[in-house]
């Protein structure tokens, strides 16, 4: 089990949510966030405009997903949220040592989905 983190632009929610639907990847814990890369002062296109890169909103995804469906949902996050532009995020996996779902007790890859 895996824990990806996704910190990217806020317009990639709608269509990154619809990316890992499609890989069948549903759970998800989205966060407002503000961050910058590597660009610092230096300037980033946000809602359109130009703006200084201090720090920016973005949003962070946490999605807890299968070994077999890491490396899906990995190619899923960047199809959808890729412009080519800076600042279209980051993605990063960690471990996870463990999942419970709390309605049955079930502990494990079969508590992920
Ligand atoms: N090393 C990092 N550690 C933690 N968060 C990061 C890191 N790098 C980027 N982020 C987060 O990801 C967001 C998007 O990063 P961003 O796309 O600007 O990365 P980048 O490495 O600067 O790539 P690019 O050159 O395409 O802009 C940042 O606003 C920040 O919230
Ligand atoms: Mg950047």
Known sequence: MKLITAVLQTSAL????????EVGVAG??????KGHGTQTGKVEVY??????????????LEIVVTDE?????????????????IG???????DVLQ???VRTGETGPT???
């Open 14 to 21: 709608g269509p990154v949510k619809s990316a890992l639907a």
């Open 28 to 33: 998800m814990t989205i966060y407002d966030a």
């Open 47 to 60: 809602r359109s405009q130009r703006v200084k890169v201090d720090f920016l909103p973005k949003i962070s």
């Open 69 to 85: 469906k890491l490396d899906a949902a990995l190619t899923a996050i960047q199809e959808a949220a890729r412009t080519g532009a």
């Open 88 to 94: 279209d995020g980051k993605i990063w996996v960690t």
């Open 99 to 101: 999942v419970i779902r």
């Open 111 to 113: 508590a992920v989905e």
